[in-house]
Antibody, heavy 119, light 106 residues
Framework: QVQLQESGPGLVKPSETLSLTCTVSGVSISSYYWTWIRQPPGKGLDWIGYIFYTGSTNYNPSLQNRVTISIDTSKNQFSLKLNSVTAADTAVYYC?????????????WGQGTLVTVSS | DIQMTQSPSSLSASAGDRVTIICRASQSISSFLNWYQQKTGKAPKLLIYGASSLQSGVPSRFSGSGSGTDFTLTISSLQPEDFATYFCQQSYSTPTFGGGTKVEIK
């Protein structure tokens, strides 16, 4: 079955770079689009961006100047980098599969990982 | 950005009740609307895509309708496992989510 697992540091200092990796199992990463979504504690969901196996990306304009999503098809992984973080970037970060590129519906999700921005 | 507004923000209901959640878009999004269920401490789960298509494995008591700017999620007979928070999400442009509707036990 399809499974996604986020990994990376749970604590990042202000102004530094948040880095997370999503490891995909049960399906080839080359078959779908893949996305990152975050949820600040007690709040709603924010879409960060997506990537296709070709390396084609699309980012939320509100984060575009700080975010990079990359993919490693040999490891069946994709990654998120968010630079110049502030406390406002504290959130649970989820990776997910985009079931249909046109519909942008997210059918499989990782369990989420809490990243806290604090000195 | 297209703004998504859900109502109510919370509701109390009993098992067996019919529950309706509304989602309004700030501009027309055709049928590019998805619904998710999220339980505390868990990742969201896709329920409905394309405004009215039931995701595989989701019970038939869940249904979605609407197009343009106004959408509804209906749970025909609320079950104990349905107490959760529900989010709508538009995919007409840069994806955005509604603020959520928390369904609580009455």
């Amino acid at each position: 079955q399809v499974q996604l697992q986020e990994s990376g540091p749970g604590l990042v200092k202000p102004s530094e770079t948040l880095s997370l990796t999503c490891t995909v199992s049960g399906v080839s990463i080359s078959s779908y689009y893949w996305t990152w979504i975050r949820q600040p504690p007690g709040k709603g969901l924010d879409w960060i961006g997506y990537i296709f196996y070709t390396g084609s990306t699309n980012y939320n304009p509100s984060l575009q100047n700080r975010v990079t999503i990359s993919i490693d098809t040999s490891k069946n992984q994709f990654s998120l980098k968010l630079n110049s973080v502030t406390a406002a970037d504290t959130a649970v970060y989820y990776c997910a599969r985009v079931e249909n590129a046109g519909m942008q519906n997210f059918d499989y999700w990782g369990q989420g990982t809490l990243v806290t921005v604090s000195s | 950005d297209i703004q998504m507004t859900q109502s109510p923000s919370s509701l109390s209901a009993s098992a067996g009740d019919r529950v309706t959640i509304i989602c309004r878009a700030s501009q027309s999004i055709s049928s590019f609307l998805n619904w998710y269920q999220q339980k505390t401490g868990k990742a969201p789960k896709l329920l409905i895509y394309g405004a009215s298509s039931l995701q595989s494995g989701v019970p038939s008591r869940f249904s979605g309708s609407g197009s343009g700017t106004d959408f509804t999620l209906t749970i025909s007979s609320l079950q104990p496992e349905d107490f959760a928070t529900y989010f709508c999400q538009q995919s007409y442009s840069t994806p955005t989510f509604g603020g959520g509707t928390k369904v609580e036990i009455k």
